[in-house]
Each structure stands twice: as structure tokens, then as C-alpha cells.
């Protein structure tokens, strides 16, 4: 079965600084892509990056980078330079490349203080 | 065309009583999908469209729930006979599939926030 697993309910972070969200996923397919959302307490989903099972280089978006490690089956966001605005859920996703049901993890609250 | 929307944005309804989303895509895309969204918790899938065929269905979806997008154009999610389980967020999202058959980034609707009392 297919899963993602966040451990961090809830994540502090200064402003300016960088801050690492973990997720692992469990899946036997051999493509798949992966997922992080941002979901602000207003509600919507923001998409922020995208990292395919099959790059090599881990994937970058301005201040967001992925930590792809496949062998760990891990793929953590990195937020660099954090700023207030950066307050908010923040999910991990995977979706198989047979197949469209794409999973979610339970998500993480980052609080980013002044 | 700005994004996704969805419509109503807030449901509140009697138990028993059956509700109707509306979602409305980007107009190019043609994958649609049906996620719900409980407090706390990520968004659960519950269905997927390619243009008008419904491809997948998570066993979430229950025979109260259907879906349908004619014309592979607006999608409609319908829960009939509804429960106090059923109060959550419903959110819609859209993607364009590419040459490779694999879609990345989904972007998501506001939601349609289902209270039922």
C-alpha cells in the first residue's frame, strides 16, 4: 500500500532562516512523482514543487528545494531565508505514475516567528 | 480563466437531505480530480477524471456519492442522503496531462466547505 508519512505535527522557525520539513513515502511502484502543497489558513493549496522518481537532481523552486534521497525513500522540503508569510500547513504528496490517486501526507504547521 | 473554482463556497445542510458541488476546471486542462479535506488532516482522494471518463474511485466514495463531468468541461459531485461524516472541505483540482501521460503540478479550487447538521 501506498503511504506518506509526516512526523513533524508542527514545526518553529526563526525568520531568515532555513528550515527542513521531512517526509517519507512508501510505494512499490518504480515511477512516481512527489509532491509538496502549501496550504495557507485561508484555506487553498498552493503547489510548490515537483520531484520525479526518476531525477537525478533534486528538484529547486526559489527558497524551496526537495531532499530527494530514493535509497531512504525520503524526500524532505527545504525552506531557505524563512519569512513570516511562510506560516502554513504544509503537505507532502505522491502520485504513481500508473494509476492518478495521488496521496497526501498528514501535513505540517510551520510557525515562522520575527 | 483565473484558476479552479468551485461553487457553493459553504454548504450547510440537514442530515439526510442530498447536496451538489460544482467545480470548473482551467479550461485547458483536461484531468480533474475530487479530494475531501477533514480538520487537521491532508485532502483524501476520492475520484479522477481524463476529459469525461471517470477513471478511478477511492472506496471513500460511497454509493451516496457520485460524480460526473459532462462534456469533459465542469465536473458536479453529488452526496445523496447525507451524514454528520460527511461535514468536511470537498476540493477540486485540475491538471494538464503532458506528451509524457503524467501530470505534475495540480491546481487546486478554493473548496466547498460542507457542514451537515
Known amino acids: 500500500a501506498q503511504k506518506i508519512t509526516q512526523t513533524q505535527p508542527g514545526m518553529f522557525v526563526q525568520e531568515k532562516e532555513a528550515v527542513t520539513l521531512d517526509c517519507t513515502y512508501d510505494?512499490?511502484?518504480?515511477?512516481?512523482?512527489l509532491f509538496w502543497y502549501k496550504q495557507p489558513s485561508s484555506g487553498e493549496m498552493i503547489f510548490l514543487i515537483y520531484?520525479?522518481?526518476?531525477?537525478?537532481q533534486n528538484a529547486t523552486e526559489g527558497r524551496y528545494s526537495l531532499n530527494f534521497q530514493k535509497a531512504r525513500k525520503s524526500a524532505n522540503l527545504v525552506i531557505s531565508a524563512s519569512q513570516l508569510g511562510d506560516s502554513a500547513m504544509y503537505f507532502c504528496?505522491?502520485?504513481?505514475?500508473?494509476?492518478?490517486?495521488?496521496?497526501f501526507g498528514a501535513g505540517t504547521r510551520l510557525f515562522v516567528k520575527a | 480563466d483565473t484558476g479552479v473554482s468551485q461553487n457553493p463556497r459553504h454548504k450547510i445542510t440537514k442530515r439526510g437531505q442530498n447536496v451538489t458541488f460544482r467545480c470548473d476546471p482551467i479550461?485547458?486542462?483536461?484531468?480533474l480530480y475530487w479530494y475531501r479535506q477533514t480538520l487537521g488532516q491532508g485532502p483524501e482522494f476520492l475520484t479522477y477524471?481524463?476529459?469525461?471518463?471517470?477513471?478511478?474511485k477511492s472506496r471513500l466514495l460511497s454509493d451516496r456519492f457520485s460524480a460526473e463531468r459532462p462534456k469533459g468541461s465542469f465536473s458536479t459531485l453529488e452526496i445523496q442522503r447525507t451524514e454528520q461524516g460527511d461535514s468536511a472541505m470537498y476540493l477540486c483540482?485540475?491538471?494538464?496531462?503532458?506528451?509524457?501521460?503524467?501530470?505534475?503540478?495540480?491546481?487546486f479550487g478554493p473548496g466547498t466547505r460542507l457542514t451537515v447538521t
Open positions: 504528496a505522491m502520485s504513481p505514475r500508473r494509476g492518478f490517486k495521488t496521496i
Open positions: 510505494t512499490s511502484d518504480q515511477s512516481y512523482g
Open positions: 479550461s485547458e486542462h483536461n484531468r
Open positions: 520531484q520525479g522518481s526518476y531525477d537525478e
Open positions: 483540482a485540475s491538471s494538464q496531462v503532458t506528451g509524457t501521460g503524467y501530470d505534475y503540478e495540480q491546481y
Open positions: 477524471f481524463q476529459n469525461e471518463a471517470q477513471l478511478e
